[in-house]
């Protein structure tokens, strides 16, 4: 999404970590991280729809609201723990749980994760929907991707993605994204499924 989140982070809303202010240094991370993003599905054959994602961190309180994620005219709630840990690798891995409402209605579980080194950054937003009305509705959505920056204002690569949002005769949907980044903006376009029928994404979001 962190998904991303992905978003946090990357365009997917992954989650960010903060450090607690402290009143001696200015210099301090501000105790509570925003993260808000916007992606617009341009679907073959079926409805365009906008899927926002709004996340706040607070040292190690993650809170995150979607809408369109899960299901079409479905909002979905969750909270989080984050941790982060690694020098040369770093991680950043937040485990959450929530609640979804709409044209679907549930409990989930998952995990945000975020992995970089060098200048290449893995991001992954996986959850596990139960259907409270369908058990054999219940469901695995995730969103995955791996890119590179040559420069820190482009990042490309490759990106998945497993949901019921849409229809899609692949159970996992991949392809090629490129993001732009201007200072807390990022703006990037993905294109899954470029070999038949393209599903885009165009994807816009800010960290502050």
Not at 185 to 205: E, F, H, K, M
């Amino acid at each position: 999404m962190t998904r991303m989140g992905l978003s946090a982070s990357v365009t997917l809303a992954i989650a960010l970590t903060s450090t607690p202010a402290c009143a001696q240094d200015s210099t301090a991370a501000p105790s509570w991280t925003f993260s808000a993003s916007l992606w617009g599905y341009l679907v073959p054959d079926q409805s365009d729809y906008l899927q926002p994602t709004f996340i706040a961190n607070h040292d190690w309180l993650h809170l995150e609201g979607r809408y369109n994620y899960e299901e079409r005219n479905t909002g979905s709630a969750w909270i989080g723990y984050n941790f982060a840990f690694g020098s040369d690798v770093s991680f950043e891995v937040t485990p959450i749980v929530g609640g979804v409402v709409g044209g679907l209605t549930g409990l989930g579980a998952g995990y945000e994760l975020s992995v970089t080194w060098w200048k290449l950054a893995l991001a992954s937003d996986t959850e596990y929907v139960w259907d409270a009305g369908d058990v054999e509705g219940s469901f695995l959505y995730t969103w995955t991707q791996l890119g590179i920056s040559p420069w820190p204002w482009l990042e490309v690569g490759l990106s998945g993605q497993r949901t019921r949002a849409y229809k899609s005769d692949r159970e996992f949907q991949t392809g090629l994204f490129a993001v732009l980044y201007w200072k807390v903006w990022n703006a990037g376009v993905y294109v899954l499924n470029p070999d038949d029928s393209p599903i885009v994404v165009i994807a816009t979001g800010a960290n502050f």
